[in-house]
């Protein structure tokens, strides 16, 4: 499986940007998919998830109320709409895919990793 991760770039605060994560290769065996985040000098941590099937969303506190994960099953991509962001937003965003259950929070739970894209955003 291969994960492509697009749509990082450079925002004023207050701004929005969506990213995109399409997987390719053996995506039938998918069972759910999150976002993560690493600023420098911090370690990866947790952003949100989305279950494959069901569709069922899970965020950390920091970005509940202004991030929402989508999915399209039929293009294999997870996306991530990031609204009101702010400078502690900054960071190398990655995506990541799980085949199976286990701890949504966890890094080392997730299979496949996409290359991560920067999104920075400026005061």
């Known amino acids: 499986v291969q994960l492509q991760a697009s749509g990082g770039g450079s925002v004023q605060a207050g701004g929005s940007l969506r990213l995109s994560c399409a997987a390719s290769?053996?995506?039938?065996?998918?069972?759910?998919m999150g976002w993560f985040r690493q600023a420098p000098g911090k370690e990866r941590e947790f952003v949100a998830a989305?279950?494959?099937?069901?569709?069922?969303?899970y965020y950390a506190d920091s970005v509940k109320g202004r991030f929402t994960i989508s999915r399209d099953n039929a293009k294999n991509t997870v996306y991530l709409q990031m609204n009101s962001l702010s400078p502690e937003d900054t960071a190398v965003h990655y995506c990541?895919?799980?085949?199976?259950?286990?701890?949504?929070?966890?890094?080392?739970?997730?299979?496949?990793w996409g290359q991560g894209t920067q999104v920075t955003v400026s005061s």
């Open positions: 990541a895919l799980r085949r199976r259950g286990g701890s949504r929070y966890d890094p080392a739970a997730y299979d496949y």
């Open positions: 290769g053996r995506t039938s065996s998918i069972y759910a």
């Open positions: 989305i279950t494959w099937s069901g569709g069922s969303t």
